[in-house]
């Protein structure tokens, strides 16, 4: 998911990389879906991979989750040939490693990517922490979806050696990367990222530390307005699902997509962005969407959102 920003604002796709930092192990701070998703793609294309989380519970979820999800890979990869499907699983997963222990982690390591809780304090301590016990060519990325990178860097001494990593959910199934650099991300460590995402085997684009940076910046405001349209009485949601997928070709209709993404996600991400920038009206906040979190239906995970779920 030839660069039209300026080189200091964000980096053109045809950068050279002859200073970049080849990332061989990356360091990989979350379990959830996405950074096990993003710890089996990185495995499967041949890097080292330490992922970390705060339990070995947790973190034995995370690779049972990819044992699965390489399953259904080499189903259709490997059909005829199941002696070697079994063979590439076992490759992929003895790349990976895991730990409980984020700074001895990256004392050893070219990338820390952070894929936790979308809470700026939280992020900050954590980089704050792994900026003291990482070596100085590592270089620190956050996958985060909607927190501006510059403020996540913020409390490290390596700010030109910081950018952002955004993939999408599922990892292994999404074909885009979007590679985010800010004002203080050296040309190097920029090349270093892209290098990275197509190494993984995506496609990368070059965004601005804007909010939502591409995708999120055009894709919420977008389903926030489909709810307002709602809320006005000009359409049921059924009706603009319809709308959406039928008359301009979407795989799934904006409240469907809301449900699946998550509407406590999403009221998150734009009360964010409403306190950044008041007076933008694509960030205003929405009353049924906050009545809807404020029930606890939050969509698929939880049964019920705009839809229910069996």
Same mark, same amino acid.
């Given at each position: 998911m030839a660069s039209f920003f300026t080189h200091q604002l964000c980096r053109s796709f045809s950068s050279t990389a002859l200073?970049? !930092? *080849? +990332?061989?192990?990356?360091? +990989?701070?979350?379990g959830g879906q996405?950074?096990?998703?993003? *710890?089996?793609v990185a495995a499967a294309t041949g890097h080292q991979v330490t992922l970390v989380d705060t339990s070995d519970s947790i973190l034995q979820k995370a690779v049972k989750g990819m044992e699965s999800s390489l399953k259904r890979v080499v189903k259709k990869k490997f059909a005829d040939k199941p002696e070697a499907g079994e063979e590439f699983i076992q490759k992929v997963l003895k790349n990976v490693s895991t730990s409980t222990d984020a700074a001895a982690a990256a004392q050893h390591t070219d990338l820390v990517l952070e *894929? +936790? !809780?979308?809470?700026?304090?939280i992020k900050q301590d954590l980089f704050g922490t792994l900026d003291k016990a990482a070596p100085e060519h590592t270089i620190f990325a956050s996958n985060t979806s909607s927190l501006p990178i510059t403020d996540i860097a913020s409390t490290t001494t390596r700010l030109d050696r910081f950018g952002g990593l955004h993939f999408f959910n599922p990892v292994p199934m999404m074909k885009l990367v979007e590679v985010i650099g800010t004002s *203080?991300?050296?040309?190097?460590? &920029?090349?270093? =990222? =892209?290098? &990275?995402?197509k190494a993984l085997g995506k496609t990368t684009v070059s965004c601005k530390d804007t909010p939502g940076f591409i995708v999120n910046r055009l894709l919420v405001p977008y389903m926030l307005e489909a709810i307002r349209l709602h809320e006005r009485g000009h359409g049921s949601k059924e009706d603009i699902d319809i709308a959406m997928k039928l008359g301009a070709g979407y795989p799934m209709g904006p409240f469907e997509l809301l449900d699946y993404v998550g509407l406590d996600t999403c009221k998150f991400i734009m009360d964010g962005w409403s306190q950044m920038d008041p007076d933008n009206p694509l960030f205003a906040k929405s009353q049924l969407l906050n009545k809807l979190v404020a029930e606890g239906k939050f969509g698929k995970k939880t049964g019920e959102g705009f839809y229910k779920y069996k």
């Open positions: 200073r970049s !930092v *080849a +990332i061989k192990h990356v360091v +990989i701070i979350g996405m950074g096990a998703g993003i *710890a089996q *894929a +936790i !809780v979308e809470n700026l304090q *203080a991300t050296s040309q190097e460590t &920029f090349d270093s =990222l =892209l290098n &990275f995402g």
